[in-house]
């Protein structure tokens, strides 16, 4: 079974803080995927990042990094120096490999205080 | 490019009434998806398109949901009755056909909120 675990359900830091959101998946397929989605105040859900199983390199994009451990079947989220924009709600997700269909975590919501 | 469009963005109905949700996926994405949130809980996975037919339909909740995706092209989620606790956000979201690409991300729309009162 699929399971996406995102313990923190609510997290507020002071702008120019940095702040990690932690994600802890299940799965039994060898071959799956992770995603981190974007919830802003505005509703939509915006796409962050795609990481398959294969590939444990860590990824940085401008302020945003995410840390894939396998070994702890983790997949964390850090923002360097938040900005009051990126308040919003978090999502990480797993898809897995027979299917397109994503599992999500229950979110967390980020509040970055000016 | 226009991205995932979903109409209403908002709906109030009363238990028992009727509602139709639209969603528009981005030209030419073969798979389209319906997702929910309710009562602030997981967003859960309801179905999956591909083209016109129904891939993954174990998501939906129960016979009061109906789904339909005339022509491949835009889809609509009917709710008959409404009951309370279906109130939530509705996602569509839409992505590129399988070709080798599989698991490629998908783009969402931005949401319909329906509450039953």
């Known amino acids: 079974a699929q399971k996406v675990t995102q313990a923190q359900t609510e997290i507020s830091v002071v702008e120019k803080e940095d702040v990690t959101l932690d994600c802890v998946y299940e799965?039994?397929?060898?071959?799956?995927?992770l995603f981190w989605y974007k919830q802003p105040p505005s509703g939509e859900l915006v796409f962050l990042i795609r990481?398959?199983?294969?590939?444990?390199q860590n990824e940085i994009s401008g302020r945003y990094s995410w840390n894939f451990q396998k070994s702890t079947s983790s997949f964390n989220f850090t923002i360097t120096a938040s900005q009051v924009v990126d308040s919003a709600v978090y999502f990480c997700?797993?898809?897995?490999?027979?299917?397109?269909?994503?599992?999500f975590g229950p979110g967390t919501r980020l509040s970055v205080l000016p | 490019e226009a991205g995932v469009t979903q109409f209403p963005s908002h709906s109030v109905i009363e238990k028992g009434q009727t509602v139709t949700l639209r969603c528009d996926p981005i030209?030419?994405?073969?798979?389209l998806y319906w997702y929910r949130r309710v009562m602030g809980k997981e967003i859960k996975f309801l179905l999956h398109?591909?083209?016109?037919?129904?891939?993954?339909e174990s998501g939906m909740p129960n016979n009061r949901f109906l789904a339909e995706r005339t022509g491949g092209t835009y889809s609509t989620l009917k709710v008959q009755p409404a009951e309370l606790e279906d109130s939530g956000v509705y996602f569509c979201?839409?992505?590129?056909?399988?070709?080798?690409?599989?698991?490629?991300?998908?783009?969402f729309g931005q949401g319909t909120r329906l509450t039953v009162v």
């Open positions: 030209s030419g994405h073969d798979n």
């Open positions: 398109f591909v083209k016109e037919s129904k891939q993954d």
């Open positions: 799965t039994r397929d060898t071959t799956y995927y």
């Open positions: 997700a797993l898809s897995e490999s027979h299917g397109q269909n994503f599992v």
């Open positions: 979201a839409s992505s590129p056909g399988m070709g080798g690409r599989k698991n490629t991300e998908a783009f």
């Open positions: 990481r398959n199983s294969f590939d444990e």
